[in-house]
């Protein structure tokens, strides 16, 4: 399996970064864990074929993780897509889906399209399957609008990925992360605390704990990417690949 950072910058750009979007894919799989609001570009930059991708995971429904949904499915509608499509995430979604559709093009979430979409909510702590694809939430903490807030840790093809999203520190990012393969984690501060994000100070105090097998930082503030050269853990880049 490879993860690909489609874009891993805070909503902000910082570093001229791309909004969260990873790309996870192997034999059986092939889905995006969050669509931020640049998502559509960046993954025409990295020539990935949209409309092979079967599932997409949504952490929470602020716009850097969440407003590409209606570029990627009005690109679908366009590109004349066939295959199912299935969009996952926190309660509410069908709702939020729709009236992001409607704030960015009129009447587009009521267009009729040419394939079959399927808008799932999940339950925290309640495991899922998406064909060979177990996807478990944890809720995390990240304030109190464009929300519920979701981690997730994915079981598909053997590995582990689990993915903290925006937060900060919460003890449901122990199981959720316990000795993942890949654990790819918020570090948007270096040490100081911003409420509802995880600085890699706080992280780095539960490492023991989680033991993930290979962690890689991401969502940087211009705090942590000044710091890149130094810092001991390794950190995201946009068109990164990690082979698993």
Not at 25 to 41: E, K, M
Not at 96 to 107: D, G, K, N, S, Y
Not at 191 to 206: C, G, I, R
Request: aromatic share 6%.
């Amino acid at each position: 399996m490879q993860l690909r950072f489609v874009g891993c910058g805070d909503a902000f750009g910082s570093g001229g970064r791309s909004n969260t979007c990873f790309h996870l894919t192997g034999a059986h799989t092939n889905l995006l864990i969050d669509c931020g609001a640049s998502s559509l570009p960046a993954l025409k930059r990295l020539g990935i074929a949209c409309n092979d991708v079967a599932l997409i995971l949504i952490t929470h429904f602020h716009g850097d993780h969440f407003a590409g949904l209606p570029f990627l499915l009005l690109d679908a509608q366009f590109s004349r897509r066939t295959q199912p499509l299935v969009i996952a995430g926190p309660a509410g979604i069908a709702t939020r889906l729709t009236q992001v559709m409607e704030a960015m093009f009129e009447h587009s979430s009521s267009t009729p399209r040419k394939f079959e979409l399927s808008v799932v909510e999940l339950a925290p702590e309640q495991p899922v399957r998406f064909g060979d694809v177990g996807v478990t939430p944890f809720p995390v903490v990240h304030g109190n609008s464009g929300g519920p807030f979701l981690g997730y840790r994915i079981e598909a093809e053997g590995k582990v990925v689990a993915y903290t999203a925006d937060t900060e520190w919460t003890d449901s990012l122990i199981p959720l992360g316990r000795e993942a393969d890949l654990l790819v984690a918020e570090a948007y501060t270096f040490d100081k605390p911003v409420k509802n994000h995880l600085s890699l100070a706080a992280l780095e105090a539960h490492l023991d704990e989680i033991r993930p097998k290979r962690l890689v930082l991401t969502h940087m503030s211009d705090d942590m990417l000044r710091r890149l050269p130094n810092l001991p853990h390794e950190t995201a880049h946009d068109g990164m690949t990690i082979d698993l």
